[in-house]
Structure formats: structure tokens, C-alpha cells
């Protein structure tokens, strides 16, 4: 079974078709979803250098989002993905939304311990440069196909069937699951049959 986490939510890229002077989720960004997430999108639907991108919660949630593309996009195995994202977004508190210092603290102290493979300066190069410009591109462009129909975050899909509730998340793994069960489906059979 593959995973993929695309940390993109619900941010757009600001196009001349679709933009507004701020966020605007129920115009602008499904405009840019319609817009782009065709196959025959423009080259301005993910150029951050001519459509810049907006994120439903500020510049400090693209920030977060552009960290978490980069530790994915250089993690060895998902697994470790995986890991700094769990870490990451569980050090997550308000100080967030009005300083980046205690977003890239998190960040830091989260990549030694779950990837400490990852040079930090190769990192902070990911962050600022042309790699994690290409890594939000890629979420983005994973995001729109999904389409207009995507109701909002976390938009969780198992074997292309999207969880209505993300509570079934490993029940829905364990059905979709070929081959003998993980043993936490086996925890999930002996919670049901108590009943």
C-alpha cells in the first residue's frame, strides 16, 4: 500500500484569473482549482514568481506547508516523512500564527530527531530555494486535480474513495489492505466483536 501527504490545504496559487489582493476561499481558490487542476493548466497556475501563493491562514501556514514538502520530499523513506510530520504538527501551538521563530524551532528540533540524515543547512536551502518551490508545486498540482469537489483539510482518500469521517482512517486501511493484516486491523476486530 502507498501513502502520499500533500501539504498544501487549502492554499492557491494567486493567478491573474483568479486573484484577489487576499485570501478568498470560496471565490478565488476554487476559481484556481478550476482553472488548474486540468491537465491543460497554465504555466502561471504554479509559478509562485508570477501567481504567489496564499494560504487560508497566513504567510506562517504556507511557511509550515513549505516545511513539511521539503522533509518529504528529502526523506530517505516515507516512514520518516511520516515521523516529522507527526512531530511537527504536534508541537503546533498559536505562537505560530505571529512568529516563524518557534515554526522553524519545531521544525529544527522535529528533523534531528526524525531525520537527522538531513544536513540542516541542505534543509534551510530546500526552504528558500528553487527544490522547495518545486516540492509546493508539486502538492499543489496533486491538490487541484483533485478538483472542486474536495470539500476542505485534512481530505483524506484511501484507494481513491475519500473518508468522510478521518476517525475511519484505519479501518478504511485495514479493507483496503491485500495480504495478511497489519496487527492493529486485528485491534480494530477485537474493539468491534466486545460489542
Not at 486540468?38 to 504554479?46: D, G, H, L
Not at 487560508?56 to 520530499?73: K, M, S, V, Y
Not at 496487527?183 to 466483536?193: H, K, R
Amino acid at each position: 500500500m502507498s501513502f502520499k501527504f500533500y501539504p498544501w490545504g487549502n492554499a492557491y496559487y494567486n493567478t491573474s484569473k483568479c486573484g484577489t489582493a487576499t485570501y478568498d476561499k470560496t471565490d478565488s481558490m476554487y476559481c484556481w482549482i478550476d482553472e488548474c487542476g486540468s491537465p491543460n493548466a497554465t504555466s502561471e497556475c504554479f509559478d509562485s514568481k508570477v501567481s504567489p501563493i496564499l494560504c487560508q491562514h497566513g504567510q506562517n501556514e504556507c511557511l509550515g506547508n513549505r516545511i513539511e514538502a521539503c522533509a518529504n520530499g528529502l526523506a530517505n523513506i516515507t516512514t520518516d516523512s511520516v515521523q516529522f510530520a507527526v512531530c511537527f504538527e504536534g508541537l503546533y501551538n498559536e505562537t505560530w500564527f505571529e512568529d516563524t521563530r518557534p515554526i522553524l524551532d519545531s521544525a529544527q528540533l522535529c528533523l534531528s530527531k526524525t531525520m537527522a540524515y538531513v544536513n540542516p543547512v541542505m534543509f534551510g536551502a530546500c526552504l528558500e530555494g528553487p527544490e522547495g518551490d518545486r516540492f509546493d508545486m508539486l502538492n499543489a498540482m496533486a491538490t487541484a486535480r483533485y478538483g472542486s469537489s474536495r470539500e476542505g483539510t485534512p481530505w483524506v482518500v484511501v484507494n481513491g474513495k475519500v473518508l468522510t469521517d478521518v476517525n475511519d482512517l484505519l479501518q478504511a486501511v485495514c479493507d483496503a489492505h491485500d495480504g495478511e493484516k497489519p496487527g492493529g486491523c486485528a485491534e480494530i476486530s477485537d474493539v468491534f466483536s466486545l460489542s
